[in-house]
């Protein structure tokens, strides 16, 4: 899914000459944003116009989060649509990739095989996930804190808004004694990747191209289930559905409404850990730097364990080129994260709590 023309030439060193404080010199064209732009696409128009890297007239990312002086605007949690088992893209669908930048999982580029999942932003973004990136550490810091990792679902816009993108930022925090099996099964995809590119250049000495396939890794035996899981879409009428007209309100983790519950959410959203979260309208995170996305960042961190992190981080930095030697772009700390950008009146903060909306609740039957 990644091809070697998409490459460009950045790094994550602050001191270095292609690092973030001189991303505005690096040549962004043919990067792989372009495959959706109007030139390259019959469905996307993405609004990329060059590199606007370090351009403290737009709204960059990623920034400063806390409770701002805006009032959230939504009114309900993120949706997505009801899980659909034969028709849903699950895991088998993904792809592994280990980049220069960092690690990256792919889901197929259109709906023929599978339905990709989906998500709703307040009934004016509708969004496909694409991929899923990570960085190490958190590229958002909130109330001052910048936890270990963040996980970014990425979408794309549809219809009215195939010109802009949204980012769904997961806080990751290792500070679990049990390993999260849902992120484990990410950690096991890049790990196979690495060991079978391990393998072919002990065995050729030299890798002349680099494998591209499809990765199928084995489902976790026993996955806990999230308690916080929130609202779906419902696929049969794309409406989200209530019951008694908000006649009960449960608490901020779901409860007091039983046998009324919220519904379980579809792979990969099932890693978020809250249906809460911090919005803002900002920009990619790496070159170009376009500031055409929607931002949702999870007020609340996923736990992994210090075990997960350091296989995270170790496999973050893996990447080799075509000679095998290690060619990664993270910084010398083995990071990948952009350094917090100054905030502007364009940026418009909000923290979205249980005081904004609460969970939606649902029948037995349609949880």
Not at 44 to 53: A, S
Not at 70 to 83: L, P
Not at 300 to 321: G, H, V
Request: glycine letters at 6%; aromatic letters at 10%; a neutral charge.
């Amino acid at each position: 899914r990644w091809r070697q023309d998409y490459f460009l030439d950045y790094d994550y060193d602050l001191g270095s000459n292609k690092g973030p404080n001189n991303w505005d010199r690096i040549n962004t064209g043919g990067n792989e944003w372009t495959q959706y732009t109007a030139d390259n696409s019959i469905n996307y128009n993405l609004n990329i116009r060059g590199n606007v890297c370090n351009d403290d007239s737009r709204r960059p990312s990623p920034i400063y989060l806390d409770a701002g002086t805006e009032a959230c605007q939504d009114t309900a949690e993120i949706e997505t649509r009801q899980i659909q088992p034969d028709t849903d893209c699950g895991k088998d669908t993904l792809v592994f990739e280990i980049l220069p930048h960092g690690l990256r999982a792919y889901f197929p580029r259109n709906n023929r095989r599978c339905d990709r999942p989906t998500i709703v932003l307040e009934e004016f973004f509708n969004g496909v996930m694409v991929w899923m990136d990570v960085h190490v550490r958190a590229e958002h810091v909130v109330d001052g804190r910048r936890y270990d990792a963040e996980l970014q679902m990425v979408h794309l816009g549809t219809g009215g808004q195939n010109h802009q993108v949204a980012f769904v930022g997961v806080l990751i925090e290792a500070n679990a004694l049990e390993d999260d099996a849902e992120f484990q099964f990410l950690l096991d995809g890049w790990q196979k990747v690495h060991d079978d590119y391990t393998t072919q250049c002990e065995n050729n000495g030299r890798r002349t191209l680099r494998k591209k396939q499809q990765q199928s890794v084995k489902e976790p035996q026993s996955v806990k289930p999230r308690f916080l899981q929130g609202n779906n879409y419902n696929n049969n009428n794309n409406k989200r559905r209530t019951q008694g007209g908000n006649a009960c309100m449960p608490d901020r983790y779901g409860r007091g409404c039983e046998p009324l519950g919220p519904r379980k959410r579809m792979f990969p959203y099932n890693l978020w850990p809250t249906i809460y979260y911090y919005r803002y309208r900002g920009a990619m995170t790496s070159p170009p730097c376009s500031d055409i996305a929607h931002w949702r960042v999870m007020d609340r961190p996923l736990s992994i364990t210090r075990r997960q992190f350091k296989q995270l981080a170790t496999l973050n930095a893996s990447y080799r080129d075509a000679d095998c030697k290690p060619a990664s772009a993270v910084s010398t700390t083995k990071e990948n994260y952009r350094p917090l950008q100054r905030t502007n009146d364009r940026h418009f903060v909000q923290h979205c709590t249980y005081d904004d909306f609460p969970m939606q609740m649902y029948q037995p039957d349609e949880q």
